[in-house]
């Protein structure tokens, strides 16, 4: 994988990098002993939950701005350390300098564009000096975002969230770690997972007519074999500190 310097940041890296476990990439590279950490955008909290398993953090307040899914995941049995609130980055009901580490893992895009720099300077706000924040944004590049782009295409959106981050590095507002680039595999057994999973989530409110989704399924099935479609779109990492 790829790490670089303040002066270097990228939208998107060279090469593609390898596949990462992201759970054990986030274990190995955040120090989670005893932490108290914010997730913003936690989604399903799929990474939550394996995170709060580790058990090493203190605490996790895991946040999610989409009704649905909150809902879902203040119905599914609780996990230790975990508190759920439903809430968006853009004002983070969490005090003062009170996280050790801060997530946001592929959120950053999904905050209104005129919102993102108010965004960051609420992740700066509740770390305390010296805390990290771990920016997880997918690049418009692979496969996979091929796909995605016939019926939900990121391609600006995802440009102004990075923007975003370099703003905030170059104002001040955070000290730049590293910058990180790999891919991570993602897996469908059929057409109808992909359907459900991705086009179907509640956050996208998406509205797919008939010809697109045929467009789309076209383009999924070319990648399908026996074992199922995989795919290993790209992601990029910054890794920030507010500073002490």
Not at 64 to 71: N, S
Not at 90 to 99: N, V, W, Y
Not at 116 to 144: C, K, N, Q, S
């Amino acid at each position: 994988m790829s790490a670089m310097g303040h002066d270097a940041m990228q939208l998107e890296g060279a090469e593609a990098g390898p596949l990462i476990d992201e759970v054990g990439l986030l274990a190995s590279r955040l120090p989670l002993n005893r932490a108290r950490l914010i997730e913003l955008g936690c989604g399903a909290a799929v990474t939550t939950r394996a995170l709060a398993k580790l058990g090493r953090l203190e605490s996790i307040l895991a946040l999610e701005v989409d009704e649905v899914q909150h809902r879902k995941n203040l119905a599914a049995p609780p996990t230790p350390r975990v508190t759920f609130a439903r809430g968006g980055a853009e004002a983070i009901p969490a005090e003062d300098a009170s996280a050790d580490v801060v997530l946001m893992l592929r959120s950053l895009h999904h905050v209104p564009i005129e919102a993102m720099d108010t965004a960051l300077g609420e992740v700066h706000r509740v770390l305390r000096p010296g805390g990290l924040a771990w920016i997880l944004e997918p690049v418009y590049a692979g496969d996979f975002n091929a796909i995605m782009s016939v019926f939900n295409d990121e391609e600006v959106v995802r440009r102004e969230a990075f923007e975003a981050v370099r703003r905030a590095v170059e104002g001040g507002l955070f000290e730049l770690v590293e910058e990180r680039f790999y891919r991570t595999p993602r897996v469908f057994p059929d057409f109808e997972t992909f359907e459900r999973r991705v086009i179907g989530a509640t956050f996208n409110d998406l509205t797919v007519d008939a010809t697109t989704l045929a467009d789309v399924r076209r383009r999924f099935d070319a990648h399908m074999t026996p074992a199922g479609a995989h795919f290993a779109p790209p992601i990029r990492v910054d890794l920030l500190k507010r500073p002490a």
